[in-house]
């Protein structure tokens, strides 16, 4: 299939990762996206770079003043501070009832949530092109001209919530890309199968009830992100219903985890989706290091057959997936098996 990527996106290059009272290297590095993009080039997938299309769509699911923030917010940390040592927030806010300060300093934290999100030099232009890859991938199916496509998303998007960074998280890219394809489809659904709960893709539409979000995760109660993706949020409002959590538990295999895909797809169809964003984490894997389930190459490939078996116009977003010794092999797995499932 055609995959979409922008080498731009290899700009945000973040170091260190401040976990369980340690720094350790940050995981999500880009050698993710390069191993991804060799593997899947090598297996026959062929690449196209994304078009432009500005900030409007970006804008069109995040607060806009939050989206200005992170464009411009590197040069603004440089002068405040005399320094180019990375951009991490040291002060958070219970944030809906405080102020949106003007110096950097304060809206940094005020538009993150966690330190996981470093802001560098390269960091607007590649959560910029990552946003692109996959407008551009929803470009390329809302116009009809494919009719599944994946964009190589990275930095990574669904822990992105409407104003804040979060979990390696800039833009929301699958809620950027649902949003695009909002202007043919009149239902879209997000089925997200990353490992973590997509608490940013639930925030963004969890009122909304034009765009389902169904999420396969591992269990938060100990585990991030925590605070969000458990079974009884089902969306408020227009959106009551139109929010899935489906949990799995720490330890489930490949077998429990596809029962979980066929619930999600029976979810989706029930939505009377027309079009359809993955999520698509390759984190469940069993060898991923963040990985608290034990998902299969097998594994990989039958649950892209399932969702390709939907025969929606899709567009495969990627979000985690870490540096483990399957992570592009499993890439592999799952696009030709979704390629495959479409030729059948
Ligand atoms: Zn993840």
Known sequence: ?????????????PELYFRRGAFIPHPEQPQRAILLRDALLAAGHTRQMPADHGLDPIKA?????YVDFLMSA????????GTTVPAVPNYHTDRRNFRVPTGVIGRLGYYSTDTSCPIVEGTAEAIYWSAQTAIDAAERVRSGAEGHIYALCRPPGHHAVL????GFCFFNNAAVAAQHLRGRFG?????DVDTHAGNGTQDIFHARGDVLYVS???????????????????????????????VLPVGAGAEEILARYDEALEVIRAFGAEALVVSLGLDMSQDDPLSLVGMTRAGFESGAAKI?????????????GYLGPSLSDNAVAFLGAFDAARRA
Do not use: C
């Not at 104003?163 to 979060?166: E, H, I, K, Y």
């Not at 239902?187 to 089925?191: M, Q």
């Open 163 to 166: 104003d804040a960074s979060w």
């Open 74 to 81: 590197w040069p603004a940390w440089v002068e405040a501070t």
């Open 61 to 65: 699911v995040h607060d806009p003043a």
């Open 187 to 191: 239902k879209v659904a997000v089925l």
């Open 308 to 320: 390709a078996g939907l025969g929606l116009p899709t567009v495969l977003v990627q979000e985690g």
């Open 216 to 246: 396969i995760h591992t269990d938060p109660s100990d585990y991030t992100p925590f605070f969000i993706g458990y079974a009884d949020e089902t969306g408020i409002g227009a959106g009551e219903g139109a929010t899935r959590n489906l």
């Open 1 to 13: 299939m055609k995959i979409i990527f922008d080498e731009r996106q290899l700009k945000h290059d």
